[in-house]
Nanobody
Framework: QVQLVESGGGLVQAGGSLRLSCAAS????????MGWFRQAPGKERDFVAA????????NYADSVKGRFTISRDNGKKTVYLQMNSLKPEDTAIYYC??????????????WGQGTQVTVSS
C-alpha cells in the first residue's frame, strides 16, 4: 500500500513561487502515474497536474498551464510541483495521489493530509 506525505506549502505573495513535494512509501511507486490536486475552501477537490510513471508525459489543468511544472524522481519516490507566478486563486490545500495512466485526472488510492498554499494579493 502506498502512503503519501505532501510538504512545501506556505504563505507567499502573488507572483511568487513554491515547490511542493510528495513523498511516497511502498515499492511500487515507479509503476504509477501520479497527480496533484487542490481543494479551495468550500469547493471540490480539482485536478492540477499529472505525470506518467516514467515522467515522459504530463498533463495540466488549463488554469495552471505555463505556470506550474510537475516532475518526479522515482529513485527518491517523490513527485514535485513547481509553482511559479502564483495567484491568489491558487490558494488551496494541495494533495498528491496516484492517477490513471491516461493522466485525465482521475485519482485512486488513499489521500494524504495535504499541504496548505496561501497566496496573498
Amino acid at each position: 500500500q502506498v502512503q503519501l506525505v505532501e510538504s512545501g506549502g506556505g504563505l507567499v505573495q502573488a507572483g511568487g513561487s513554491l515547490r511542493l513535494s510528495c513523498a511516497a512509501s511502498g515499492r511500487t511507486f515507479g509503476s504509477y502515474a501520479m497527480g496533484w490536486f487542490r481543494q479551495a475552501p468550500g469547493k471540490e477537490r480539482d485536478f492540477v497536474a499529472a505525470i506518467s510513471w516514467g515522467g515522459a508525459n504530463t498533463n495540466y489543468a488549463d488554469s495552471v498551464k505555463g505556470r506550474f511544472t510537475i516532475s518526479r524522481d522515482n529513485g527518491k519516490k517523490t513527485v514535485y510541483l513547481q509553482m511559479n507566478s502564483l495567484k491568489p486563486e491558487d490558494t488551496a490545500i494541495y494533495y498528491c495521489n496516484r492517477v490513471r495512466p491516461d493522466l485525465g485526472g482521475v485519482a485512486f488510492g488513499s489521500w494524504g493530509q495535504g499541504t496548505q498554499v496561501t497566496v496573498s494579493s
